[in-house]
């Protein structure tokens, strides 16, 4: 168990660039894309904006352009997993090295739709595919690119890089979406992360080579020409490559000029941060859509019931708004499944809590906050997950987010069940008193429960 927090002391000093490239791992599970992604693309991205000239203040919006781009991305899996009876992760994996051309995309959809699913299923989904193609791209790109744009504004990005992220998919020929901008229209950061992202894509498969005869190949049609060539100018450097392979990229990044204007995370912000990425993790499925900010709510009210002090009850709310935040390395396909998941799905589905301490290790502010994603799922008895954990090492504040969290569970649409009301759902919560919810937390929900009640009559 990790050491309690002072909650007398302020949150430890956090430089912004240190609180996104940490969070930026979560948004690589949502993309299938090996960890460090979006930190990889941002070194790539920057040594182009560098080579053509940007300004510090540039290459600043574009720092966070690059580590933040796909921030919309978990908002189009589910409509994945409906539309082509797939896995959303492996499916938006694969997609990325599809260039396009009508044979790549004719052998892609042919080889990732409905492939567990009977003939009569799979050709039903194909012939929706092949007849709705342009408009189901169209809408899934739009999803993504309008959330990615709201929940940018949420973190108070300026301007350009909440533009740069909704005009991430566009291409220099028009042939992009969501709004078949073309040419200078498309914001230069947009074009350079576009350029980024397939770098990195085609590096980490098949090298720097093979990155490079992908850029070469897109350029005119997907890349602006002038990008294109700024990068192939850093392509050029062996230190570049060297670097961007290396185990100590991570250091790099924070050593790049825009991380090192310092920008600080206050309080205030931590507070903003959380609250867009629980928008992010309940995007993700029609059955979380406000999972998070609800098992939020109700942990703070157990929370105001213990007398809880205010900046112990501030910490909180961060925990539980982040606690599922593993959730966007599981696929769609298991997390919206109408039945019973079989053994290797429950497996699958059990690594979001692990997946989620390991991304909030990363922050050194949220190191406890981490313990709470990873130990929301153990239970008093010792037989929850991951670590089989029993009362004594389970802290106060898992035992609050705990009791929200089944609350919510049984009081909320699920894919196997509808909602049941809340008498019923506090009577099945009897029966787990003592192994699974602590009695005192408990209590303190009735309570809270009652006094809403109260004064919604009042």
């Not at 090295?97 to 799979?122: C, D, I, K, W, Y």
């Not at 298991?334 to 019973?340: F, G, M």
């Not at 987010?401 to 609350?407: L, Q, R, S």
């Amino acid at each position: 168990m990790p050491m309690r927090r002072d909650f007398t002391t302020p949150t430890p000093e956090l430089r912004l660039a240190e609180l996104l490239s940490a969070l930026s791992y979560a948004l690589d599970l949502v993309e299938g894309q090996p960890a460090g992604h979006c930190v990889r693309s941002c070194w790539i991205g920057i040594h182009i904006g560098r080579e053509l000239g940007l300004s510090e203040a540039e290459l600043s919006d574009l720092y966070y352009t690059l580590l933040m781009k796909d921030v919309g991305c978990s908002s189009n899996a589910a409509r994945i997993c409906q539309l082509y009876m797939t896995d959303d992760i492996s499916f938006k994996r694969d997609f990325m090295t599809v260039n396009g051309s009508l044979p790549q995309v004719l052998r892609f959809v042919l080889s990732h739709t409905g492939m567990n699913a009977s003939l009569a299923e799979r050709f039903r989904a194909l012939v929706n595919v092949f007849q709705n193609g342009g408009e189901i791209a169209h809408e899934l790109m739009e999803t993504r690119c309008d959330r990615g744009a709201e929940i940018a504004r949420k973190m108070r990005f300026s301007e350009k890089v909440i533009e740069a992220i909704r005009a991430f998919d566009e291409h220099w020929d028009g042939g992009g979406m969501p709004a078949a901008t073309r040419g200078e229209a498309i914001p230069l950061f947009s074009r350079i992360a576009l350029v980024s992202q397939v770098v990195d894509v085609f590096q980490m498969t098949a090298g720097p080579d093979a990155a490079q005869r992908e850029v070469a190949h897109r350029t005119g049609t997907w890349f602006d020409p002038k990008v294109a060539w700024a990068f192939d100018r850093v392509a050029g450097r062996p230190e570049f490559w060297t670097m961007l392979r290396s185990d100590d990229l991570q250091s790099a990044i924070f050593e790049l000029e825009p991380a090192q204007q310092r920008r600080l995370v206050d309080e205030d912000y931590l507070d903003d941060v959380a609250a867009a990425f629980a928008q992010v993790i309940d995007s993700k499925s029609p059955y979380t859509s406000g999972h998070s900010e609800r098992v939020t709510l109700f942990a703070d009210l157990i929370a105001e019931q213990l007398d809880m002090a205010a900046p112990r009850r501030r910490w909180l709310k961060r925990a539980a708004l982040l606690h599922d935040i593993g959730k966007l390395g599981v696929s769609n396909s298991i997390l919206d499944k109408p039945a019973k998941l079989d053994a290797d799905e429950w497996a699958a589905m059990q690594k979001h809590s692990t997946l989620g301490e390991t991304i909030l290790a990363r922050i050194g502010a949220f190191s406890d906050v981490a313990f709470i994603a990873g130990a929301h799922h153990e239970r008093l008895d010792g037989k929850g997950y991951p670590r089989g954990l029993r009362d004594e090492a389970l802290p106060l504040e898992v035992r609050i987010v705990t009791t929200a969290d089944i609350f919510d569970a049984l009081t909320a649409d699920r894919p196997y069940r509808a909602a049941m009301p809340v008498s019923q759902a506090l009577t099945i919560m009897t029966g787990m008193l003592g192994t699974q919810i602590d009695p005192v937390c408990f209590d303190a929900l009735k309570l809270a429960l009652k006094r809403v009640d109260a004064s919604l009559a009042a």
